[in-house]
């Protein structure tokens, strides 16, 4: 019987692709600025043996790295998900909207599933407690169809505002393949990343910075698209919506944000107020995370909780932060909210090999995956020992660095009552079913349990 890989040459031949896909691939690497002469050259020599190679029938399973970069920069993973192969579940050549209506990456042929294990969170059980976070992989009921399919249960629909925002200039999403391993907590991060950088499919080494700038549809959009999202959505998923506000009264615009995802059908709102790439007119481009700000933060969940109905759910999303600023926040939000979540990326100064900003205009971008891997750790211990401590029960949704089934557990053992994975799921199409059938029988905690 012929390799995955041996159908899908079987299938580029037949349409007629392989002439064009080193000219489509290198477009794609050269999209946002010129690799250095070196590896351009590494690159243009092995995509037209690849290519040469395709044409005449030698190729096998060793090629299928090179193949789905290849294919991913050329703008043609979908061909590799169509035979069920790995691929990064974002095109990040193509814009912000187009992605929207369309998520990458193959779909499972059966929904992985704990059996009839559930799990408590928020009031109420879901299957396996994995699931993606407020970001760009859940930000339409496309997406939110695409990851329940794969696994995914605890979904986040993307961080909306209460009128329309655009993305900052592409790129917005890059790979940080130099991140290798996990800073410390606390320290912070000078990343080198290129937009042609590549990480494979499935690496649990995998980081990337991206520098979105929260984008929204208008409301009127959006919250049409959430309520099918919410329809779409059975009795093992939760999904939860990421708001924020903006403008000189901030609480209200929060408030009146969270009320638009309310009436659009969530029942549990979650609050962006941790997003480090908020564009601003200072040096760097970006603003610092609201909730670095415990009055201001305070002030935005007060408001917001007087607003919503009693019967919808609340969460606090937060980034990292040390263990004086969290020890005094964590008690005044505690009475306020159902769950805290967090981290959110990490706000680091990221530049391409020939120094220039890998965002152009923004110094600053968010880093996450294995690089926050630890800080997440650190804050999610810290974040259940001070539940612990307070005497006011909340629940913990964890995420940061799960890019594997241990990751995932690591965060599951601190004390988290769910786990999602931002940069994983991305990497990974396959995360949440491995870790299904990696811990599906055993993780604890489930409302069968003594
Ligand atoms: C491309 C991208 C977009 C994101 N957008 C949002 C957002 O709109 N709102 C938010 O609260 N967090 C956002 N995040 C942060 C993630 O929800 C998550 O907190 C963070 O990425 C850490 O998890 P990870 O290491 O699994 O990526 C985004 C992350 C990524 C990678």
């Not at 249960?153 to 329309?164: E, F, I």
């Not at 979105?212 to 009795?235: H, I, K, N, Q």
């Not at 959110?344 to 968010?366: C, H, I, K, W, Y």
């Not at 964890?398 to 557990?409: C, K, L, Q, Y």
Request: aromatic content about 6%.
């Amino acid at each position: 019987m012929s390799s995955p890989v041996r159908r899908l040459r079987e299938d580029l031949v037949a349409r007629g692709l392989v002439e064009e896909l080193p000219a489509a691939f290198l477009a794609g690497v050269t999209r946002f600025g010129q690799p250095p002469r070196p590896e351009l050259d590494a690159l243009t020599a092995d995509v037209a043996d690849l290519a040469g190679r395709l044409a005449s029938g030698d190729v096998g399973d060793a090629d299928l790295p090179l193949l789905g970069r290849v294919l991913f920069f050329a703008r043609r993973s979908d061909l590799l998900a169509d035979h069920g192969l790995p691929t990064p579940a974002y095109d990040v050549l193509g814009g912000f909207r187009e992605n929207l209506a369309r998520p990458l990456g193959p779909v499972l042929p059966g929904r992985p599933t704990a059996g009839s294990r559930r799990w408590p969170l928020l009031g109420r059980t879901v299957g396996f407690p994995i699931g993606v976070p407020a970001c760009v992989l859940n930000g339409s009921e496309a997406w939110v169809r695409h990851n329940v399919a794969n696994g995914w249960n605890v979904l986040t629909y993307k961080t909306v505002r209460s009128r329309a925002h655009p993305p900052n200039e592409q790129p917005n999403w890059v790979f940080a393949a130099r991140e290798t391993a996990s800073l410390a907590p606390g320290a912070d991060a000078d990343v080198v990343a290129d937009p042609w950088d590549w990480v494979e499919p499935g690496s649990p080494a995998v980081s990337s910075v991206n520098s979105f700038g929260v984008p929204s549809p208008e409301p009127e959009e959006w919250m049409a698209d959430l309520a099918r999202a919410v329809a779409a959505v059975g009795d093992e998923q939760l999904l939860l919506v990421s708001v924020m506000g903006e403008g000189d009264d901030l609480a209200e615009d929060f408030a009146r944000t969270a009320l638009l995802a309310e009436e659009a059908g969530a029942s549990v709102v979650e609050l962006n107020l941790s997003c480090p790439n908020t564009l601003d007119r200072s040096a760097t481009g970006v603003k610092p995370p609201l909730c670095l700000d415990a009055d201001a933060t305070v002030a935005v969940v007060e408001h917001v909780r007087r607003a919503l109905d009693d019967r919808t759910g609340l969460v606090a999303k937060l980034s990292w932060l040390d263990e004086q600023r969290l020890a005094a926040l964590v008690p005044r939000l505690a009475p306020l909210v159902d769950g805290i979540a967090g981290i959110n990326t990490v706000q680091s100064r990221v530049r391409r090999t020939d120094g220039t900003p890998t965002f152009p205009g923004r110094e600053l971008a968010g880093l996450s995956g294995i690089a926050v891997r630890e800080p997440a750790l650190d804050f999610t211990r810290r974040l259940v020992a001070l539940r612990a401590a307070g005497g006011v029960p909340f629940d913990v949704l964890a995420m940061g660095g799960v890019t594997d089934p241990e990751s995932f557990a690591a965060l599951f053992a601190a004390g988290a009552d769910a786990v999602q994975s931002a940069a994983g799921a991305f990497a990974d199409p396959f995360l949440a079913a491995a870790c299904v059938a990696r811990l599906g029988t055993t993780l604890p905690r489930s409302v069968e349990d003594p």
